[in-house]
């Protein structure tokens, strides 16, 4: 089976909505692709116990209501088909879509370190508490603690003590200047502003650094630093996330320039292949009101209305500087390179030390010799952090990108493969 579209669109979270309603106000046929069973992305992630902003639900109301809008949910990429096609699957079938112009609004998730302690039942990441939060998980009267760095911190405290939690402890690793610089220029972006009280909270901590997460069969507690002072907390679950890597891999895979870790485009969203664009977090972080501006100005010149898009451009102007100081002022410390022990797990999937992967000189001889990232999670966990950590390149995907049922492999028979 074989779909067409005027404009093909991966990802629905903000940019993938706002970039799908652009596009099919400008007269295109619009397909729109999400491996979510609904859409919003992380940062609109729905669920029984999710709070959805009202700007998200109209958002997503005017897509599914739109006729030009055919959405798949639960739905991904597989491979390349051709110069302007891919193949996709879901639960159910695979089948090709081809495309005239293509916006790649893939996301970011969390950069997970390794630090002792980290694979203990009780430690997730900081997003993915949030997430399981959402998804019905009850925390009420439980002692959890948020540690890492940048705004997700927020989020994820915000929703643990919403939700019925006890929120002992914020750790964040930047220092005290920088998180007051930060403050400091919140006034020009007063929504920003009422976000980040918890800046203020006494429970949040700057400059200080997980050191380990203690216990045996499950998380008993953690061991944090703060300067040259060590504290010991009691809790029943551990949120640590050290802000966002962008997902570039499909971006890679159909040969798209990169830069600064993340998707590199033009004033019009373009990426360096004819036809390809990109919004949202995948061209750096920046948060859901860069990402709303984004995708509407790459819907808008996918679908040939580059006035409309050129309109836009104040707008992301204005949330690009907000981007930039947050970018700015959460940079990492490199104290957060040795939080691993030797014996520290680096894959969780496939129980690699760290020691053993430290032990090569780059991505490829490490997973040759050790099966590091070869795993269930493909090295989406541990690629990144070996990318931190050593300053390694991961190798660009290929296809198909992830397991997948080969009566939907042989919709490629007949087609011109790129790669192969």
């Known amino acids: 089976m074989s779909a067409p579209a005027d404009v093909l669109i991966i990802g629905a979270g903000p940019a993938g909505l706002s970039a799908a309603l652009a596009a099919a106000n400008d007269g295109a046929h619009v397909v729109l692709l999400d491996d979510n069973p609904l859409p919003g992305g992380q940062i609109w992630r729905d669920g029984v116990q999710a709070k959805i902003p009202a700007q998200a639900r109209q958002l997503r109301d005017a897509v599914d209501n739109h006729a030009s809008i055919q959405r798949h949910a639960g739905t991904r990429v597989v491979a390349r088909a051709g110069a302007s096609a891919l193949l996709v699957e879901d639960a159910e079938r695979g089948w090709l879509i081809s495309y005239r112009a293509l916006i790649l609004c893939t996301g970011a998730r969390e950069l997970l370190l390794p630090f002792p302690g980290w694979t203990l039942p009780g430690v997730t990441g900081a997003g993915g508490l949030q997430a399981l939060i959402k998804g019905g998980l ?223 000189t780059n991505w490829r001889e490490a997973k040759l010799a050790t099966r590091c990232g070869m795993g269930a999670c493909q090295g989406r966990i541990c690629g990144a952090a070996t990318q931190y950590l050593f300053d390694w390149q991961p190798a660009t995907p290929r296809p198909p990108f992830g397991p997948t049922r080969i009566d939907t492999l042989m919709q490629l028979k007949g087609s011109t493969q790129s790669g192969h």
Do not use: M
């Open 138 to 360: 009850p925390v009420a009267g439980e002692r959890i603690v948020v540690a890492g760095s940048g705004p997700l911190l927020l989020a994820s405290a915000g929703t643990a003590k919403h939700n019925g939690a006890q929120v002992v402890r914020i750790a964040e690793q930047a220092a005290l200047g920088a998180v007051a610089a930060f403050a400091l220029q919140l006034p020009r972006w007063p929504h920003k502003l009422l976000q980040s009280f918890s800046l203020f909270d006494p429970r949040y901590r700057s400059g200080t650094r997980i050191i380990a997460a203690l216990g045996t069969d499950r998380l008993e507690g953690v061991r944090l630093q703060r300067g040259n002072s060590v504290e010991e907390l009691e809790c029943d679950r551990l949120a640590c996330g050290f802000g966002l890597i962008a997902n570039v891999q499909l971006a890679q895979a159909l040969g798209c320039a990169l830069g600064n870790n993340a998707v590199q485009v033009d004033a019009w969203q373009a990426t360096s292949v004819s036809g390809i664009y990109a919004a949202g977090e995948c061209t750096g972080f920046g948060g859901s009101e860069l990402a709303l501006v984004e995708g509407c100005i790459a819907g808008h010149v996918a679908a040939g209305n580059r006035q409309a898009a050129q309109r836009l451009w104040p707008g992301r102007r204005r949330w690009q500087r907000f981007a930039d100081a947050l970018n700015k002022h959460f940079v990492l410390d490199p104290a957060l390179k040795h939080l691993a022990e030797p014996d520290t797990l680096l894959c969780r999937c496939e129980d690699v030390p760290y020691a053993a992967v430290a032990a090569h």
